[in-house]
């Protein structure tokens, strides 16, 4: 994956334009990080995965690490799954929806389930949700090809009603495979499902959101599923927060 080279400060200001039109009003940017930018020392750490952070054992996992794939790649990986049928799930859907994305991306994000528009096409993000990932995307000056989306489920649920936990641990082992094989640098998890499941916790999005986790010796941040910002527009600002923290997250580890 190629990330946008260059001093942290210039990218979060070159993306004023496009927050603006993601409506989140004045960006937040740490004063601390700019005021060293000014002074030419070294700017402090925006966050990291220090005493406060909360480790936790993932859903899917058996060790600190992520161990080695078991198939050779996404594609033969794909091809071995498609036609599930472990759920009932699998007798309702349009397309298997498994992932899309650039295969060795940096960043991945994980949604909870694929919806009407998802099952037609067959990937995940397509519908007006999707949208608004895409311009959350190009806020942090990033795009689809450079990035891996997938979700727990890689069925649509009968009415886009929530995952059930029996469907989800069915699902479970396709993405820890998928997890494996790209080996992201940080993990997104887009809404409470998908936060809950992969932190084995029932604590509310909005106490899991704004701190690093770490799933597998893997990064993971939670935030809102951008469905939940078209219906409730306030929480963009926060959304957009975690964003920056990835965005400091990956410009630190290039």
């Known amino acids: 994956m190629k990330y946008e080279s260059g001093n942290l400060n210039e990218m979060l200001r070159r993306a004023l334009k496009a927050q603006a039109e993601l409506g989140l009003g004045e960006m937040i940017i740490n004063p601390e990080a700019l005021a060293a930018e000014e002074t030419g020392k070294e700017a402090p750490t925006v966050t990291n995965l220090d005493s406060d952070s909360e480790v936790v054992d993932m859903f899917i996992g ?11 790649s996404l594609e033969m990986h794909y091809k071995d799954i498609s036609d599930c049928q472990l759920c009932p ?16 991306a940096d960043l991945m994000f994980v949604g909870e389930a694929p919806g009407r528009d998802e099952d037609l096409r067959g990937e995940p993000f397509v519908g007006r949700a999707g949208q608004l990932l895409d311009k959350i995307l190009v806020a942090m000056k990033m795009s689809r090809e450079q990035v891996y989306i997938a979700n727990i489920l890689k069925c649509r649920p009968p009415g886009n009603r929530d995952p059930q936990p029996d469907e989800m641990e069915k699902c479970f082992p396709y993405l820890k495979e998928q997890i494996r094989l790209i080996r992201p640098k940080v993990l997104c998890a887009l809404g409470r499902i998908a936060a809950q499941a992969m932190l084995n916790t029932k604590t509310p999005l909005g106490r899991l959101r704004g701190k690093w986790h770490e799933v597998e010796g893997v990064p993971l941040v939670v935030t ?5 910002l078209l219906r409730f527009p306030k929480y963009k600002r926060d959304t957009w927060e975690d964003m920056q923290m990835i965005m400091a997250r990956l410009q630190k580890d290039q």
Do not use: C, I, K
């Open 62 to 72: 058996t060790g600190p690490t992520l161990g080695p794939p078991q198939y050779e």
């Open 224 to 228: 809102y599923h951008p469905a939940a």
């Open 89 to 104: 799930l699998a007798q309702s859907r349009t397309n298997f929806v498994y992932g899309a994305g650039n295969p060795e």
